[in-house]
């Protein structure tokens, strides 16, 4: 039988969370949940050990309370105590160990390690450097090591379990990982080939994620309206028909973002029965929008609006749009793109009866 033992008793203190952060919110899950969900959902495994703290242990227990292949192991106060309480509650014959803070480990990463082990008795997931490596001394490269033959290892790191068990009943101390044990009591282990995209998820930064939103509107021409696009009054004989302002360009905007947030439309927020909002100013309601985004901890990367409109002539006006909406967003001008098109005579923007917006954004969720 082959078995996994997952590493989630550490506490990631770089990550500078408070708290564990293989508990953090990942994909709809958490870390370790997505983790543990490559191991599950490969069949390659008859087992899942996953190492624990005491502090994490009921909130573990309850997340994988549901999955037949997954037993919690209490964990010890260094990474080699956890793996050898691991080993040590193992009943695989060849075991993979795996940090639980690699959530983007492949089927085709565990394969190559599995297939090394059986081939040469181990299996280190490794990838050529890219990068020249050195050895730091008080800040200084004490040592320019290069890169031409030099590997970063990651995990998971695949043996024989009865070999590592032996290996790891010898050692003293911690060590970073179970290929420098099985170094220094067995023999050098075999690389397999692993990836850069096989990464660990260290520091807070490394948490980030990014989720794009699209927004649409489209509202009717009608004279005796101001024309209104961008937070830019175009002067035109016909404007936009709406309880707002009837900025379309910001409508779709504003709905992308909501969207991207996973939180519903403009008119949960700004309903046009509510009088306070009568012919209100939509570039202010794009900052309460902004503002709403940035509670739930995203972060405008960039914007795109596409205006689909047969007339007025509107060029002269884009960068002033552009800029209105960058300084609401807190983006840089270069990263707001406004583009103007028209229907072509087709439909009711071709009949010159409206207007319409598609918006996308890319939003950077930080925790």
Known sequence: MIGAIVT???RGSRAGFGENKLLRP????TVLEKTVAVFEESGLFGEILVTVSAEDETRVRAMFGGHPLVKIVPGGPTRTKSVLNGLRASAADIVLVHDGARPYVTRAILENCIGSVKKYGSGVAAYPAAD??????DGRAAEVL????????????GFYRGDLLAAYEKAR???????SVYAEFVSAPRLSLGSPANRKLTYREDFESFRTGNGYDTHRLETGRRLVLGGVEVPYEKGLAGHSDADVVVHALMDALLSGAGLRDIGCYFPDTDPKYKDADSV???????????????KVENASVALLAERPKLAPYIDRMRENLANVLAVPFSDVGISVTTAEKLGFVGREEGMAAYATVLLKKTF
């Open 8 to 10: 989630a008793a550490g």
């Open 26 to 29: 990942l994909g709809g899950g």
């Open 132 to 137: 020249t490596l050195a050895r730091a001394e």
């Open 146 to 157: 290069g890169k031409d033959g030099l590997y970063v290892v990651q995990t998971p790191q």
């Open 173 to 179: 101390g911690d060590y970073p990982d179970e290929s």
């Open 284 to 298: 202010n309601l794009l900052r309460k929008v902004v503002r709403i985004v940035g509670e739930r901890g995203y």
